[in-house]
Each structure stands twice: as C-alpha cells, then as structure tokens.
C-alpha cells in the first residue's frame, strides 16, 4: 500500500514538474504577433489616409508635446502631429490588453509600446486603441521615459 502511494506521488510530482516547465518555455518564446488594428493605422499613417485616421479617432487625443497641452482636437493632431503615429514599417512592439467595463458593456483598451533609445536614456512611446461593442477607437500616444 505504501509502495502505491509512493508510486503515485512520484508519479503526481514528475507530471506537475513537467507542465510547469512547459509552460515557461512558452512564456519565453513567444513570437512576435502584429495586431491587426495596430498595422492598419500605420499603413493610413504611411499613405497619409486622414479620412480612415479621423473616422477612427476620439474627438480629442492624447498628445506628446502638443503646444504644452495633453490633449488636442483629432483634426489638430492629425494636421500638425502626425509624425507621432509614425514607426518604421517591421519595427516589433508589445500589445498589453485590458478588459474593463466601460460606458458600453465590456471593453478591451490596448497599448501598444515600443521600446527606444536616444543616447543613454531609454524611454517607451505607447499608443492607446479602446475596443468596445461600437468599434475600435484610438486614443492617443504617450511616452514614459
């Protein structure tokens, strides 16, 4: 009887060692995986699509140095502030989501991160989308230093 439940154990704690190193080597070896939203908003931005950027976007966005304001009109933004959507074509970036429940039921907020370097300092430009039951919207960018 003790031999069976030396057995089992051995049995119970080799099948728990196992999955919990399977399930590390997958937390580190996750490809890359574009989000498709994100990469039709760069491809407007590239093509200078204002009509689809404006029809996606909250009526005011966050902004990173925007006449010392944090928040401007979509049209503003997208007339003198483009150039902060812009990120080379194949450059990788991080997706966080959050669920959250918002005005309109269950809703999903996105930031899209992408790491950079000038010189020493190290600072991250994150690009927030809000999906909920009307659609997708873009809310802005920020950075972190």
């Excluded at 939203?37 to 990173?64: F, T």
């Excluded at 006449?67 to 150039?83: C, L, M």
């Amino acid at each position: 009887m003790k031999t069976n439940l030396h057995q089992l154990m051995f049995i119970l704690i080799v099948l728990f060692s196992s999955c919990a190193n399977s399930s590390s080597d997958e937390e580190t070896e996750k490809p890359f995986v574009k989000l498709e939203i994100w990469e039709d908003i760069q491809q407007a931005v590239r093509e200078n699509n204002i009509d689809y950027l404006l029809e996606i976007s909250k009526d005011k966005l966050v902004c990173i140095e925007c006449k010392g304001e944090s928040r401007v009109e979509k049209k503003e933004f997208y007339a003198n502030y483009i150039h902060q959507l812009k990120q080379p074509e194949n450059k990788e970036y991080t997706v966080y989501v959050n669920q959250f429940e918002g005005k309109s039921g269950l809703e999903k907020e996105y930031r899209i991160n992408y790491a950079a370097e000038s010189g020493s300092i190290k600072y991250n430009t994150i690009y927030t989308l809000v999906e909920s039951r009307h659609g997708v919207q873009f809310e802005g960018v920020f950075s972190v230093p």
